[in-house]
């Protein structure tokens, strides 16, 4: 049973790949579509869930089509599951569509790119916790820091379809333009709010886009958009903060949130072998009950989102 009071089944289940397109340099969106029994099961899934994907017997793309930078490693046997998170889901009739937003950044997700429309690939999920949504909220700020993206548009798309009268407001973060991964990027990006993102801006969402180095929207990290907001804003017990990114980020997201009283959600990232809590190689130390005391949580089974107050930073 999950926080919001729903069963949630998971399974070994296959999936046909209905669409594989390149959004950026190296980044990409997969679809996945399931029927029958995984149809229903990923129908009820949470946003910041995931799924742990077989790329053992998936093939190589051509030399030339393999980065500079992965030459050396592209050739590398992929011997364990991969876990990515869905960007959106769609249930129409009896079939539901999974989308995952990836980064190709090393041999498995080099080979996820050769996937293409009617493959079958392996999947288990839906895993883990995601993100939850309290009673008596009204605002909801999404702080993501670059491939965090993903589990936060699942999660603007569920607020504004189940919650419509919760105010959302999305905080977007990369090192540089080019590291949004978002498609149809406006040729410029302001620094005040708007509806620069079209992911967002589908779900009538304004977003705040900042880089490291000035090239889209403010010259600064996610995080100080986010707190010239709450200096701003009247933020209270009825704002609650999901945030998605670089652990960096998320120490500071949740400094922010302590600071001002705001309930804060985290996802969290870990090397997830298996998935569910048997290889234990995923753990987030987090506090105890006992002043003082720590204890260690798995990831992959306990999160990956977190209560912002519980987890202990590893920086």
């Known amino acids: 049973m999950n926080k919001s009071g729903c069963l949630v089944n998971k399974g070994v289940f296959s999936a046909a790949v209905g669409a ?12 996945l579509d399931f029927e029958g029994t995984a149809a229903k099961v990923f129908a009820g899934s949470q946003p910041g869930q995931f799924v742990e994907i077989d790329i053992s017997q998936t093939a190589l793309p051509s030399t030339e089509d393999i980065p500079e930078d992965l030459v050396d490693v592209a050739d590398r046997k992929i011997l364990l599951r991969r876990p990515f998170s869905f960007c959106d889901i769609t249930v129409s009739g009896d079939k539901t569509s999974v989308e995952i937003l990836y980064c190709v950044l090393g041999p498995a997700s080099l080979r996820m790119t050769t996937l293409s429309k009617g493959n079958s690939v392996s999947i288990i999920g839906p895993l883990g916790n995601g993100f939850y949504i309290p009673d008596g909220k009204k605002t909801a700020l999404l702080v993501t820091g670059g491939m965090g993206a993903g589990p936060l548009l699942h999660l603007a798309k569920v607020l504004k379809t189940n919650h419509p009268d919760i105010e959302v407001i999305a905080f977007v973060g990369a ?28 779900y009538q969402i304004e977003s705040i886009v900042t880089t490291d180095d000035g090239s889209a929207g403010n010259k600064d990290f996610v995080t100080g958009s986010l707190a010239r907001h709450l200096d701003k804003s009247a933020a209270g017990n009825d704002t609650i903060i999901y945030s998605c990114g670089p652990e960096a980020m998320l120490a500071k997201v949740a400094e ?8 804060c959600q985290v996802s969290m990232e870990r090397r997830m072998a298996c998935g569910i809590g048997l290889c234990q190689s995923c ?20 999160g990956p989102v977190f209560d912002s107050k519980e987890v202990i930073f590893s920086l």
């Open 175 to 202: 090192k540089t333009s080019a590291e949004l991964p978002f498609e149809d990027l406006p040729a410029k990006i302001g620094t005040e709010s708007g509806p620069w993102l079209a992911e967002f801006n589908q």
């Open 256 to 263: 922010i949130a302590n600071e001002n009283n705001i309930d």
């Open 20 to 31: 594989n397109k390149q959004i950026g340099p190296r980044f990409w969106r997969l679809g």
């Open 283 to 302: 753990a987030v130390e987090c506090k105890a009950d006992e002043p003082g005391e720590t204890l260690y949580k798995m990831c992959c089974k306990d």
